[in-house]
């Protein structure tokens, strides 16, 4: 996971062999004011931060989490999901 709030594409997710996913978030979602680096959820809780590495367990295993948030991925996305963990 990157986030950049100094380029265009501010917020990507990134795969090991280099393919790049937007991301996209539940409504109330926002940017943090700590460097501008992290997405708090609705809360104002950590729900990413840049550098996050989103592990994806074997099938049958769980789902990918993000800050205990479920994650999905689906053509060329990553979704965020709000039911957490």
Same mark, same amino acid.
């Given at each position: 996971? @990157?986030i950049n709030?100094?380029v265009? =594409? %501010?917020? =990507? ?5 280099g393919?790049t ?6 409504e109330?979602?926002h ?6 680096t992290?997405i708090l959820d %609705? =809360? ?5 931060s840049d550098r996050?590495v989103i592990e994806?367990?074997? @099938? ?8 205990g948030?479920?994650v999905?991925?689906a053509?060329?996305?990553i979704?965020?999901v709000t039911d957490?963990v």
């Amino acid at each position: 996971m @990157r986030i950049n709030p100094a380029v265009s =594409e %501010q917020i =990507e997710a990134i795969a090991d062999d280099g393919v790049t996913f937007d991301v996209w978030w539940p409504e109330g979602f926002h940017a943090g004011a700590s460097g501008g680096t992290v997405i708090l959820d %609705q =809360e104002d809780r950590i729900a990413a931060s840049d550098r996050d590495v989103i592990e994806v367990p074997a @099938r049958g295993q769980g789902w990918p989490q993000l800050h205990g948030y479920r994650v999905c991925a689906a053509s060329g996305a990553i979704y965020v999901v709000t039911d957490p963990v």
